[in-house]
């Protein structure tokens, strides 16, 4: 156990699926696995352990932004042997390719976080996902004709930005959707030598101003979910 799982050693699959939100992960569990345990309720971050199409495969909330995230994957890869983190959340386009509901993969995220300085004394802003794990989920999603986007995200620090333009920095950096949790967890992953990548769904356009409900983005995810998880091996 760490100061924020109290999972046995045992209790934790190689493979972690990773929403931010504890009731998404509660949702999964109750909706796609078989034979799962609830093995994590420190700080309300719900982790369940399960099978999905005979693989097993664990479920842990990783609550809202760098630091948060940082912790959980942190502790999964050093203390628990997790040799991959999928996570899965949403975000907010900038590119006018892309729509609603969009499922995106990351394949750079960017960031002017302090994370990695702070962390591991590394300067870098461009943080990558793991090829081989990223691979797996495009072959997977041939398989379930899921239409995948992929490119450059920006990871924040800060949900209410107020002193810089975002449109500026997307054109500038040539990201195209905004979250803020990825640069974290592939800077993590790395350091370690473990295996890290990250799906989003598209909930809200800055480009259009679309918003979705809580509801919408809950049954939108499912396309999501399932890449997700089919990728587990």
């Given at each position: 156990m760490t100061a924020h799982i109290e999972a046995k050693k045992d209790e934790i699959a190689k493979t972690v699926i990773m929403p931010g939100d504890p009731?998404?992960?509660?949702?999964?569990?109750?909706?796609?696995?078989?034979?799962y345990k609830k093995v994590n309720s420190v700080r309300g971050m719900l982790a369940y352990t399960g099978f999905y199409n005979g693989q097993r495969v664990t479920v842990m909330a990783s609550g809202m932004g760098m630091p948060s995230i940082g912790i959980y994957a942190y502790e999964l890869y050093k203390?628990?042997?997790?040799?991959n983190i999928i996570r899965i959340g949403t975000a907010g386009a900038y590119d006018k390719n892309l729509k609603i509901f969009d499922v995106l993969l990351v394949n750079e995220a960017y960031s002017d976080s302090s994370f990695a300085k702070v962390q591991s004394n590394v300067n870098d802003d461009i943080m990558y996902p793991d090829k081989e794990l990223c691979h797996n989920i495009r072959e997977k999603a041939k398989e379930l004709n899921i239409d995948l986007k992929e490119g450059r995200i920006y990871s924040s620090d800060v949900f209410y930005i107020e002193n810089h333009n975002i449109k500026e920095m997307s054109e500038k950096y040539h990201f195209l959707a905004t979250e803020m949790e990825s640069f974290a967890l592939f800077h993590t992953a790395g350091r370690l030598g473990k295996k890290a990548a990250c799906l989003l769904t598209i909930s809200n356009h800055f480009?259009?101003?679309?918003?979705?409900?809580s509801e919408e983005r809950e049954k939108s995810l499912n396309k999501m979910i399932k890449l997700a998880l089919s990728t587990v091996k």
């Open positions: 009731n998404r992960a509660k949702f999964i569990c109750e909706i796609y696995l078989e034979n203390f628990y042997d997790v040799e480009v259009t101003g679309e918003e979705t409900t």
